[in-house]
Every structure is written in C-alpha cells, then in structure tokens.
C-alpha cells in the first residue's frame, strides 16, 4: 500500500486536515476533501495554492456534514484510503457535553460507512490523547496507547468525552461491520506549530492569549505538545505503512508546562512578547475562580498534573521524528505575530 492513490480527507479546512493535504498533495496522491459548504473552497484552494507543482484537478471537494448523510457516499467514490480529521474542536466549554460528542461520534461512523460502502482499503482517524490520559486523577501520570480515558471519573471534559467516545465507537463499529477495513487511529496532545491563516485551530488560541496578554497571571498547569506538520506526518506514515490494522499512535513530542512555553516566547520574541505574563497564579486563587467559570473549573482540575504522553510505539514502528515543542510554540507565535493577529 505504498503507492500514493486516491484518498478521502474529511474536514479539508481544519487545521491538521489542511496540513495532511499539502503533503499527500505534494507526494501525488489524488485527494477527494469534505468541506460543510462549498463557499469555502476557494479560500482552500488559497490556502493550498503554496504547495508547488499541484494540479488544479488533483483535489475535489465534497460538500458533507458530519452531522447529515448527504454526500459522504459521492465524497468516498473511488477512494482507496481515508484520513478522518473532522471532529468539533471548541474554544469555549459547551453546556451540553453532547454538543460535542454526538457529531464527534456520529461524523465517524458515517464516515467510516461511507468508506466501507465506496471499497476503501484503509481509515487513518484522527482520535486524540485526550481519549488516552483523562480521568485518572491528579499527579504525574505515564500513558501508552494501551491506556483509556476513564469516563467514569467526576468532572471529565465535554472535549475529552467526545474523543474517547468517538474512537471506541468507531473502534466497535470497524470490529463490527467494517468487513476488510484496516483501521488504526492517531492520537495527538496539543497541536502547534505554522499557521497558515486567522482561521487557526483552537489549541493555538494558548499561545495567542499568551501573546495578547488574556492570561495575566499563569495557573500550575501543562499538556502535551506536537508540531502539526509532525501530525500529518504521522498520519502518512499510517496511511501507508504495512501492518496497521487495530493500531493506535500517540503524537507528542514531549509535557511542557504553561509557564515554560511563556518562558519560550519571552526568551525569543523580544518586544514581540512584551505581554506575556511572567507570575504564577496560585493554586487557591484558580480554585475561588472556578466557582464562576465553567472554563476556569476545567483548568482547577488540572492544577499540577502532568501527563506524560510516550510516543516511543510511533517511533519504533514508523520512524517517527517530531520537532521539539519548542519550535512548534514558535512557530505558532511568530505566524501569529506575522499574520497581525496578535499586535505589536
């Protein structure tokens, strides 16, 4: 399954898809894309426009939703292999946690019989740590992809719920009713990195609030960090490489606490970086704030965790080299700056 074919990837204007599809792009591979509305596919095609010696006909977009079954069959048609991406990814924590999990789980499963149907040979989706290293109480924790999100614990994120609920949905569905379909997922912590438009994804909005200067103080919290390109990276590999049904990657290059990252982007950033908080907001003060916030409650829970997300599995089995944290908070910070969105 080396040879680049013809492929689906779902969500063609998010952040990670956008990425994956510049490499498959540049590697030869025929990409079929799903976009909610086709008024978008100019400014995607835009924003693909850099990837040199790409023919106009070389990628098609599909108008789906993950939360409709119209146009998932015409999108999969002809495709060989499948990167699902699509999945909500919000800014702000939802009243209803099913506002997130029903189309996180939903949107996979029509994805995953829209492919079924269309004769793919191989589903590379896009699940998360988050679905891996929650729920396990506070402290320093070590997962591995043998390791589950406990949904059982108190306080377990909307996010969180919908990731870990969409990948064993989609794991049982495969065991199922998935006939020969090669499925394995990879697992990302927070993505960083380039960014290519103020259309950017959720975790960059981290270094963006840094930036701006919203965090004015920093609670004892950290995650793990991967650089988008390593992501993608990570998924070709998957895509292609033998052996890979029933596979789960993590994609982290490492815990990085959120004082260390502002430490980043005051050490280079100069001037550039001059509203970036240097205190430390203590662990009473965040705890009295969660009282009133529902998106300050979440980082309350997390005060002092670390966890460790090993990727040492996609390392052995693929090859897999990501950049250091380090340059992917950069960067994101110095697209941010380039792009105007946070000032100088």
Same mark, same amino acid.
């Given at each position: 399954?080396?040879?680049?074919?013809?492929?689906?990837?779902?969500?063609?204007?998010?952040?990670?898809?956008?990425?994956?599809?510049?490499?498959?792009?540049?590697?030869?591979?025929?990409?079929?894309?799903?976009?909610?509305?086709?008024?978008?596919?100019?400014?995607?095609?835009?924003?693909?426009?850099?990837?040199?010696?790409?023919?106009?006909?070389?990628?098609?977009?599909?108008?789906?939703?993950?939360?409709?079954?119209?146009?998932?069959?015409?999108?999969?048609?002809?495709?060989?292999?499948?990167?699902?991406?699509?999945?909500?990814?919000?800014?702000?924590?939802?009243?209803?946690?099913?506002?997130?999990?029903?189309?996180?789980?939903?949107?996979?499963?029509?994805?995953?019989?829209?492919?079924?149907?269309?004769?793919?040979?191989?589903?590379?989706?896009?699940?998360?740590?988050?679905?891996?290293?929650?729920?396990?109480?506070?402290?320093?924790?070590?997962?591995?992809?043998?390791?589950?999100?406990?949904?059982?614990?108190?306080?377990?994120?909307?996010?969180?719920?919908?990731?870990?609920?969409?990948?064993?949905?989609?794991?049982?569905?495969?065991?199922?009713?998935?006939?020969?379909?090669?499925?394995?997922?990879?697992?990302?912590?927070?993505?960083?990195?380039?960014?290519?438009?103020?259309?950017?994804?959720?975790?960059?909005?981290?270094?963006?609030?840094?930036?701006?200067?919203?965090?004015?103080?920093?609670?004892?919290?950290?995650?793990?960090?991967?650089?988008?390109?390593?992501?993608?990276?990570?998924?070709?590999?998957?895509?292609?490489?033998?052996?890979?049904?029933?596979? %789960?990657?993590? *994609?982290?290059?490492?815990? /990085?606490?959120?004082?260390?990252? @502002?430490?980043?982007? $005051? +050490?280079? #950033? &100069?001037?550039?970086?001059?509203?970036?908080?240097?205190?430390?907001?203590?662990?009473?003060?965040?705890?009295?704030?969660?009282?009133?916030?529902?998106?300050? %409650?979440?980082? *309350?829970?997390?005060?002092? /965790?670390?966890?460790?997300?090993? @990727?040492?599995?996609? $390392? +052995?089995? #693929? &090859?897999?080299?990501?950049?250091?944290?380090?340059?992917?908070?950069?960067?994101?910070?110095?697209?941010?700056?380039?792009?105007?969105?946070?000032?100088?």
């Amino acid at each position: 399954m080396s040879a680049p074919s013809r492929i689906l990837v779902t969500g063609g204007t998010g952040y990670i898809a956008g990425v994956l599809i510049r490499q498959l792009l540049a590697d030869g591979w025929q990409v079929h894309t799903t976009v909610r509305s086709l008024s978008r596919e100019p400014a995607l095609r835009k924003a693909l426009g850099a990837s040199r010696g790409v023919k106009k006909d070389q990628m098609h977009c599909f108008a789906a939703d993950l939360m409709a079954d119209a146009g998932w069959a015409e999108a999969a048609a002809g495709c060989t292999h499948l990167a699902h991406v699509a999945s909500p990814l919000p800014t702000d924590v939802p009243r209803d946690a099913n506002e997130l999990i029903v189309p996180a789980r939903d949107g996979a499963l029509r994805a995953l019989k829209a492919a079924r149907d269309a004769g793919v040979q191989r589903v590379v989706m896009t699940s998360s740590v988050a679905a891996i290293s929650y729920g396990h109480g506070p402290g320093d924790h070590h997962f591995t992809e043998r390791d589950w999100t406990n949904l059982d614990a108190p306080d377990v994120p909307p996010y969180v719920q919908s990731k870990t609920v969409a990948e064993r949905a989609a794991r049982d569905w495969v065991a199922r009713e998935g006939g020969g379909l090669e499925f394995c997922t990879v697992n990302p912590s927070v993505v960083l990195g380039p960014v290519a438009s103020a259309d950017y994804s959720a975790s960059v909005v981290i270094v963006q609030s840094l930036l701006q200067g919203r965090i004015p103080a920093m609670p004892r919290i950290g995650f793990g960090i991967v650089d988008v390109r390593d992501v993608a990276e990570l998924h070709r590999l998957a895509l292609t490489a033998p052996g890979m049904a029933g596979e %789960r990657f993590i *994609a982290c290059a490492g815990f /990085t606490w959120l004082r260390d990252i @502002a430490a980043v982007l $005051r +050490e280079e #950033l &100069g001037a550039d970086a001059r509203r970036v908080p240097t205190l430390n907001l203590p662990d009473w003060s965040v705890r009295l704030m969660a009282r009133f916030s529902p998106l300050v %409650r979440n980082a *309350a829970s997390e005060l002092g /965790t670390a966890r460790h997300q090993d @990727a040492s599995h996609a $390392r +052995e089995v #693929l &090859g897999w080299a990501p950049r250091a944290p380090r340059e992917a908070i950069l960067k994101s910070a110095q697209d941010l700056i380039a792009l105007g969105v946070v000032g100088r």
